[in-house]
């Protein structure tokens, strides 16, 4: 009788990953049982998971939703900071481009909408809330500021893609109030182009006011907010009151159609159809005006 080595053990029955089978891997995926190599694993609340399991609990579990039915999203404003941006370049454009070739072409009056005098060009309606003032640095610098506080607060709370729909949506609505409260053109008057993001900023109050009574908060400091800034609206010149008021009224629409759509699977269907609800009131009404125009 002879005793010789014990033979190794077949390399076949040497665990390997999955994803690179020329790696052994004795560590084993808590929820489907599989080898993990160590770039594989991923800590768990027990032991690890491969990271197939991972991405599939990702892919299997609802994404987190804000208390207006947003998409949750941890960190910064993005869309606040890119509003933001935006404005900021652009005012940094106002400067650079040649014989104020940026004012004159994104720039909105009610001079657009009467054909007798020019042609109506909806998109300043829209363009216009990202320029500013050349000669008052500090209507930038208040509008983003304000922007800057507001968006901290409302976009958190009703989500990225709702918050960017009720700015521009106030952004428009300040536009429309101008074209609805201001006196028709008359030849000779001098023009003035209506620019800033004032309109989109009121809107936020109004919102931020609805979103205040909807979840049972307190809602006095922004009423005096308001009301002081609408107050130096009719004060001070050049300072167009009319798109306040028209994005305040816009802001607190789309708020409202936020807020109090009904709970369930169609909510989100529901608040679309209360945002686009507002851009037609706001289409119509720009019409209306320009037939009695």
């Not at 109030?177 to 620019?195: E, I, K, N, R, S």
């Given at each position: 009788?002879?005793?010789?080595?014990?033979?190794?053990?077949?390399?076949?029955?040497?665990?390997?990953?999955?994803r690179?089978p020329?790696?052994?891997?004795y560590?084993?995926?808590q929820?489907?049982?599989?080898?993990?190599?160590?770039e594989?694993?991923?800590?768990a609340?027990?032991?690890?998971?491969?990271?197939?399991?991972?991405?599939?609990?990702?892919?299997?579990t609802?994404a987190?939703?804000?208390?207006?039915?947003?998409?949750?999203?941890?960190?910064?404003?993005?869309?606040?900071?890119?509003?933001?941006?935006?404005?900021?370049?652009?005012?940094?454009l106002?400067?650079?481009?040649?014989?104020?070739?940026?004012y004159?072409?994104?720039?909105?009056a009610?001079?657009?909408?009467?054909?007798?005098?020019?042609?109506?060009?909806?998109?300043?309606?829209?363009?216009?809330?990202?320029?500013?003032s050349?000669?008052?640095?500090l209507?930038?610098?208040?509008?983003?500021?304000?922007?800057?506080?507001?968006?901290?607060?409302?976009?958190?709370?009703?989500?990225?893609?709702?918050?960017?729909?009720?700015?521009?949506?106030?952004?428009?609505?300040?536009?429309v109030?101008?074209?609805?409260?201001?006196?028709?053109?008359?030849?000779?008057?001098?023009?003035?182009?209506?620019?800033g993001?004032?309109?989109a900023?009121?809107?936020?109050?109004?919102?931020?006011?609805?979103?205040?009574?909807?979840?049972?908060?307190?809602t006095k400091?922004?009423?005096?907010?308001?009301?002081?800034?609408?107050?130096?609206?009719?004060?001070?010149?050049?300072?167009?009151?009319?798109?306040?008021?028209g994005?305040?009224?816009t802001?607190?629409a789309?708020?409202?159609?936020?807020?109090?759509?009904?709970?369930?699977?169609?909510?989100?269907?529901?608040?679309?159809?209360?945002?686009?609800?507002?851009?037609?009131?706001?289409?119509?009404?720009?019409?209306?005006?320009?037939?009695?125009?």
């Open positions: 009788m002879s005793y010789g080595i014990p033979a190794a053990e077949p390399s076949a029955q040497i665990p390997v990953c999955p690179h020329d790696r052994p891997s560590v084993r995926c929820r489907c049982g599989r080898p993990a190599c160590p594989c694993q991923r800590a609340a027990v032991g690890f998971q491969c990271i197939d399991c991972v991405n599939e609990t990702k892919r299997t609802p987190a939703r804000t208390v207006y039915g947003g998409t949750a999203v941890a960190g910064r404003p993005l869309v606040t900071f890119g509003i933001i941006a935006a404005c900021a370049l652009v005012f940094v106002q400067w650079i481009v040649p014989n104020d070739g940026i004159q072409n994104f720039a909105f009610t001079v657009y909408a009467t054909p007798e005098y020019g042609v109506f060009e909806p998109w300043r309606m829209l363009t216009s809330a990202f320029l500013h050349q000669g008052f640095i209507h930038i610098v208040l509008n983003m500021y304000m922007l800057w506080m507001f968006g901290q607060a409302l976009e958190p709370l009703l989500g990225r893609i709702r918050f960017l729909a009720l700015y521009l949506l106030s952004a428009v609505g300040g536009s109030g101008y074209l609805v409260l201001t006196p028709t053109y008359t030849p000779g008057q001098p023009l003035a182009g209506v620019v993001a004032s309109g900023i009121f809107g936020l109050f109004g919102a931020m006011l609805v979103v205040q009574r909807h979840r049972g908060g307190d400091q922004l009423w005096v907010l308001i009301a002081i800034n609408g107050v130096i609206g009719f004060i001070v010149p050049q300072i167009a009151w009319q798109a306040h008021l994005g305040l009224v802001g607190a789309c708020a409202a159609a936020i807020a109090y759509a009904p709970r369930g699977p169609q909510r989100r269907l529901w608040q679309s159809a209360g945002l686009v609800l507002v851009l037609a009131l706001l289409a119509g009404a720009t019409w209306l005006r320009m037939a009695g125009a």
